[in-house]
């Protein structure tokens, strides 16, 4: 069933991680599979069946080829340096060659205690693992750079967390699974030729015109370039998350890929009502990880990076902190260009004007004001340009802020080139209808844990297969929870 693996993370030294054979479950059940990404994979499924799938998903069965191992890797947890995290519970098979030619890693999550477990059971509830099915899932169409979720299955253990509740495995698949954590687990083992080889990896794997830029540059400016090319993706993907009021919930260094991709849908949540110091965890008692500081988290993340860096940058220590200082800085306005640009797009402008901040910021203040629904006041301002504007006011509580900023907005577009149909169209491109709400993630996972019933879980994967298009009878899903229902504490859940 499985494609080939190309055995690249096993094949370095020992130190970079434990050997580790997935632990069997006793009862494998697969519970969702996501066939198109399994053929983009290479996956041979002509002789698929979901019971043989399911040990081999499961990590029952061990595909040929895989040496499964968990990862060493350390992390920044909320501010606090752990030297040893590792994969507690996930265990990586291997890499295998995609259709498009890239590597691909593909982990099982919740295979069972490692020597990395550090007293916990290394299992995944159920619940956590369809909201990371679910969640990432629907980022990857949303054009959001995500790790991949290619199946689920249900383990026939019950666990015993906040309440019991059912096992499961997840199958996750990532450009790679290379972290800050992983370059910090090593450079505060003052190991630097370790740090060289990740840095290597890292460029091969996701940064490969680094090599081949200019000849001549020194191998100091190509560490660096790394840096600034990982500084480049984490913009560009904090913009996005901004962008659809995603909020990540741990964004901790271990969480923080090099790879420029959304990793760990732990405590994450889209904001209903706009609030930019909305925050979910239940464990971010501080508001470390708030909307609003998600920019500036990854910067501080990125720093951490740097600092495992500096020996590979240039031999001379200062010349090496004072470059890596610099791509640091330039973190700043490169995050505020991908932010804007986002927002321009959002509000459906192709031209960059002087004022576009300061239009884009009035209509959050106005959002603010109005507790209005995050994303249905961008889908509905394209409404607004076609028809009137009652259905976006509906969504203030208060609209004094909004009605003085929608004759701003008309102004401005009326210097686009293109006519409010082409506009609105564009602006429907970007501006999702739906997005995994929090009630209704709950809902499904309710329906899957309580009553070994996937349906809901099915309908809801489909709606947010096609976010941006309007899908009748479905209504119910672009809405915000019902009062009843509000979600504003989620649980990591591990
Ligand atoms: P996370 O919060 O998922 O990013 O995990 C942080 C660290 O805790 C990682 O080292 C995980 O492998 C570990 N971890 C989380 N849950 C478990 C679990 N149930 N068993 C063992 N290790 C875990
Ligand atoms: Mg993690």
Known sequence: MFPEFTLRFARLPERFYLRFDPVPVPEPRL??????????????????????????LSGNRVPQGAEPLAQAYAGHQFGHFNPRLGDGRAVLL???????????????????????????????????????YLISEAMHRLGVPTTRALAAVTSGERLFRRVPEPGAVLTRVAASHLRVGTFQYFAARDDGEAVRMLADMAIER????????????????????????????????????????????????????????????????????YSPTMVFSSIDEQGRYAYRNQPWIAQWNLARLAETLIPLIDDDQETAVAKATEVIKRY?????????????????????????????????EAMQAGRADFTLTFRRLSEA?????????????????????????????????????AIAARMNGVNPLYIPR?????????????????????????????????????????????????????????
């Open 438 to 494: 929090n009630h209704q993630v709950e809902r499904v996972i309710a329906a899957a844990v309580e009553h070994a019933d996937f349906g809901p879980f099915e309908v809801l994967g489909e709606v947010l297969a096609e976010p941006f298009v309007e899908q009748p009878g479905r209504e119910e899903y672009a809405q915000p929870a019902p009062s009843t229902e509000r979600v504003f504490r989620t649980f990591c859940g591990t």
């Open 31 to 56: 519970v969702a599979f996501n066939r198109p990404l399994a053929e983009a994979l290479g996956f041979d499924l002509d002789a698929f069946e979901a019971q043989g799938a399911a040990q081999w």
């Open 332 to 364: 700043e306005p490169h995050y505020e260009a991908e932010w804007l640009a986002v927002m321009r797009a959002k509000l459906g402008l192709e031209r960059e004007e002087e004022g576009d901040r300061e239009l884009v910021e009035a209509l959050l």
């Open 206 to 273: 996701h940064y490969p015109g680094l090599l081949t830029a200019e000849q001549g540059e020194s191998e100091g400016e190509r560490y660096l370039g790394l840096l600034e090319a990982v500084a480049d993706r984490q913009a560009s993907l904090v913009a996005k998350w901004m962008g659809l009021g995603f909020v990540h919930g741990v964004m901790n260094t271990d969480n923080c890929t090099i790879s420029g991709e959304t990793i760990d849908y732990g405590p994450c949540a889209f904001m209903e009502a």
């Open 94 to 132: 291997g890499e295998v060659t995609d259709r498009q030619g890239r590597l691909r890693d593909i982990q099982l999550k919740g295979a069972g205690m490692t020597p990395f477990s550090r007293g916990a059971d290394g299992r995944a509830p159920l619940g956590p693992v369809l909201r990371e």
């Open 385 to 421: 340009l076609e028809q009137d504007a009652s259905a976006l006011f509906e969504l203030f509580e208060t609209g004094d802020g909004l009605a003085a900023w929608l004759p701003r907005w008309r102004e401005r577009l009326a210097r686009e080139s293109a006519d409010a149909g």
